[in-house]
């Protein structure tokens, strides 16, 4: 199920670090993907449903280069990735095999998927930065993905970085890194997510002004009213 404008725009504008907070607030403590950094500056603020793939440790017998002619492999499941979908791989933290390289990112940008999330790495650094496509990784290595892992799936709960990804469930990723929503708490997450982007910016301004932070941040009653008569003011 792919996300509708209205809600991409919404978490467009909210930051990672911002979602994080509002998750603590809900319970979610592990929500942050541990080691998938953006691979270049300036890459945007993505939002996506997740698109999950899970390697195993390499096995000898399946992690060959005859296994990416498979029916299970990599390769077919990007071509079952649906456009604006955001993948997600699970290559437990592995560094020196790197699962996709630049021509399965090209085919991805001609798929049109959004963004690749690992908290492995990939390879052909050149290539992969040519094909435009955002990724997010522990790195670059010069091996292959068989040199170390073994593809064994897609769109099944997957652990990525240290958080449990289920398909489906929203990714939104900038330069402090990725952060999961559940799909259960989309909702409750744009309902809140806009304000608490607003109230921070709105306590940003009292700090360029010298107020000091007891009080400040967080809020005591007298600063709620003064930010609540900020916000009528503005007709908000």
Same mark, same amino acid.
């Given at each position: 199920?792919?996300?509708?404008?209205?809600?991409?725009?919404?978490?467009?504008?909210?930051?990672?670090?911002?979602?994080?907070?509002? =998750?603590?607030?809900?319970?979610?403590?592990?929500?942050?993907?541990?080691?998938?950094?953006?691979?270049?500056? !300036?890459?945007?603020?993505?939002? !996506?449903?997740?698109?999950?793939?899970?390697?195993?440790?390499?096995?000898? /017998?399946?992690?060959?280069?005859?296994?990416?002619?498979?029916?299970?492999?990599?390769?077919?499941?990007? %071509?079952?990735?649906?456009? !604006?979908?955001?993948?997600?791989?699970?290559?437990?933290?592995?560094?020196?095999?790197?699962?996709?390289?630049?021509?399965?990112?090209?085919?991805?940008?001609?798929?049109? $998927?959004?963004?690749?999330?690992?908290?492995?790495?990939?390879?052909?650094?050149?290539?992969?930065?040519?094909?435009?496509?955002?990724?997010?990784?522990?790195?670059?290595?010069?091996?292959?993905?068989?040199?170390?892992?073994?593809?064994?799936?897609?769109?099944?709960?997957?652990?990525? !970085?240290? $958080?449990?990804?289920?398909?489906?469930? $929203?990714? $939104?990723?900038? /330069?402090?890194?990725?952060?999961?929503?559940?799909?259960?708490?989309?909702?409750?997450?744009?309902? @809140?997510?806009?304000?608490? %982007?607003?109230?921070?910016?709105?306590?940003?301004? @009292?700090? /360029?002004?010298?107020?000091?932070?007891?009080? =400040?941040?967080?809020?005591?009653? %007298?600063?709620?009213?003064?930010?609540?008569?900020?916000?009528?003011?503005?007709?908000?």
């Amino acid at each position: 199920m792919t996300l509708d404008a209205t809600t991409i725009e919404t978490l467009k504008g909210v930051s990672t670090a911002t979602l994080t907070t509002i =998750l603590l607030k809900k319970g979610l403590r592990n929500v942050w993907i541990r080691g998938a950094m953006p691979i270049r500056e !300036g890459q945007p603020r993505l939002v !996506g449903r997740a698109f999950t793939l899970r390697f195993v440790p390499a096995r000898e /017998d399946l992690a060959t280069p005859a296994s990416w002619g498979s029916p299970i492999s990599t390769r077919a499941a990007i %071509e079952a990735m649906p456009e !604006g979908c955001i993948a997600v791989a699970d290559a437990m933290g592995i560094t020196d095999a790197g699962i996709f390289g630049d021509i399965l990112c090209n085919r991805m940008v001609q798929r049109k $998927v959004a963004a690749l999330i690992t908290d492995g790495v990939v390879r052909d650094a050149a290539g992969v930065l040519g094909t435009g496509l955002p990724v997010w990784s522990r790195g670059i290595a010069a091996p292959p993905s068989v040199a170390g892992l073994t593809f064994v799936g897609w769109q099944e709960p997957i652990a990525c !970085g240290g $958080v449990a990804v289920f398909p489906d469930d $929203v990714i $939104v990723v900038d /330069d402090d890194g990725a952060v999961l929503i559940p799909a259960a708490f989309l909702d409750e997450v744009l309902a @809140e997510a806009p304000e608490q %982007e607003r109230m921070e910016a709105w306590i940003m301004t @009292e700090v /360029d002004r010298g107020v000091e932070l007891p009080g =400040l941040y967080p809020m005591n009653a %007298e600063t709620k009213a003064r930010y609540e008569a900020w916000k009528a003011s503005q007709g908000l």
